[in-house]
């Protein structure tokens, strides 16, 4: 018999089962007639109540929205503040200062390694300038640009067009680079 009672005496919330099987039960046969009409008369009044409550709820709403523009305040502005605020929360959170703090860190690391890059490069290139392959490179450029400005320059006596000039200074520049005995002056005006 406690098991029966138990079991009317059930706290545990409705499944969907269960609650599938209590709309489609139908009491209205076990109600009486008085029953009947004070529920009838409970649904009218909660109705009532209801809708009295929207339209209460919809006249402070209005009255909000008037009381705000009175203000000054709009919907830009208001998000502007919440955002704001939400901004500043999250910049006082311990995670945010130890990330701040972490990224900080990194930049100021990367900074330092991208600086020593810099000085390592301009090192490089002072070495290299120096360098006797550089050396050489420069002294051909030279040999070219002084033999170039020979030729046009007129101290040939033959003088010659400037392609003529151009065509001889870059077969003088090919002979050169292709590891050719180098040629004196001389030879390189005669070309």
């Known amino acids: 018999m406690e098991a029966q009672a138990q ?14 099987a209590v709309a ?3 009491f209205s046969s076990m109600l009486s007639e008085e029953e009947k009409e004070e529920l009838k008369a ?3 009044q909660l109705e009532d109540e209801i809708t009295t409550l929207r339209q209460v709820l919809s006249a402070k709403e209005r009255h909000l929205v008037e009381i705000k523009q009175k203000l ?3 919907l830009m502005n208001e998000l502007k503040q919440n955002f704001s605020k939400s901004w500043h929360d999250m910049q ?5 200062k130890k990330t701040h703090e972490t990224l900080s860190h990194a930049g100021q ?4 390694a991208f600086s020593n890059v810099g000085t390592a490069i301009s090192k490089k290139f002072g070495d290299m300038r120096n360098s006797p392959t550089f050396k050489s490179f420069e002294e051909r450029v030279e040999t070219t640009v002084t033999s170039l400005k020979t030729k046009v320059g007129g101290t040939n006596p033959n ?5 003529e000039v151009l065509s001889s200074t870059a077969h003088a520049s090919a002979q050169s680079l292709a ?3 180098r040629r004196t002056k001389e030879e390189e005006l005669q070309c």
């Open 7 to 20: 079991g009317l005496l059930e706290t545990e919330p409705l499944q969907g089962t269960d609650e599938d």
């Open 24 to 26: 489609s039960a139908d």
């Open 42 to 44: 409970e649904l009218v």
């Open 72 to 74: 000054g305040m709009n």
């Open 92 to 96: 006082t959170t311990t995670a945010y």
């Open 109 to 112: 690391k990367a900074t330092t």
């Open 159 to 163: 003088g010659g067009s400037f392609e």
């Open 179 to 181: 590891g050719g005995s």
